[in-house]
């Protein structure tokens, strides 16, 4: 069965870091694409941060720019996200999602998320 | 940034009703690269159409994409009462993703 797991999400205060994993099975990872997207509580989903399938290229949604830091191991199937300087406005539930091959960008496989919440 | 604007925000049919959605983008968009997905109460996501008309595996065939441009369709044909949900368009172009406010289906 394909599956994405994310994990390392929990209640860090403004100004802190996280870093969040997302475990692959089921699926050759090394040949995809992988994204992060989050969604606020009762909000939309946003689109966060892409890497290409060896990790080489990477590129981030403007409204975190600076902040975040994506990154994959292909020997260990894993996606991270290293967040800094987290904001009260950055609490969400982020998923990873796996870019489909030969459908435009679409995300066909899903995580189920991970929660990030940023108060004191 | 090519943004997406969904409407309605909300649907209110009752189940074996057909639901039409829209998702207008602020500039042309490959049609190649427009998906729709569904997204239930405390869950992920799921992928719908990709390509604007194509069906994803699994998908029943009472879910049908179309448009072109600026301007795309996902039709409900017959609603089941598991279809009753949020759905979201997203759009790929020059290397960023964006995705719709969304439209909530809901039980009238």
């Known amino acids: 069965e394909v599956q994405l797991v994310e994990s390392g999400g929990g209640l860090v205060q403004p100004g802190g870091s996280l870093r969040l994993s997302c475990a692959a099975s089921g699926l050759t990872f090394s040949r995809y694409w992988m994204h992060w997207v989050r969604q606020a509580p009762g909000k939309g989903l946003v689109w966060v941060s892409r890497i290409d399938s060896d990790g080489r290229s990477t590129i981030y949604a403007d409204s975190m720019k600076g902040r975040l830091t994506i990154s994959r191991d292909n020997a260990k199937n894993t996606l991270y996200l290293q967040m800094n300087s987290l904001r009260a406005e950055d609490t969400a539930v982020y998923y990873c999602?796996?870019?489909?091959?030969?459908?435009?960008?679409?995300?066909?496989?899903w995580g189920q998320g991970t929660m990030v919440t940023v108060s004191s | 940034e090519i943004v997406l604007t969904q409407s309605p925000g909300t649907l209110s049919l009752s189940p074996g009703e057909r639901a039409t959605l829209s998702c207008r983008a602020s500039?042309?968009?490959?049609?190649?690269?427009l998906a729709w997905y569904q997204q239930k109460p405390g869950q992920a996501p799921r992928l719908l159409i990709y390509?604007?008309?194509s069906r994803a595996t699994g998908i029943p065939d009472r879910f049908s994409g179309s448009g072109s441009g600026t301007d795309f369709t996902l039709t409900i044909s017959r609603l089941e009462p598991e279809d009753f949900a949020g759905y979201y368009c997203?759009?790929?172009?020059?290397?960023?993703?964006?995705f719709g406010q969304g439209t909530k289906v809901e039980i009238k």
């Open positions: 999602a796996r870019g489909g091959r030969d459908m435009g960008g679409a995300f066909d496989i």
């Open positions: 500039q042309s968009v490959s049609s190649r690269s």
């Open positions: 997203q759009q790929y172009d020059k290397s960023l993703w964006t």
């Open positions: 390509g604007a008309s």
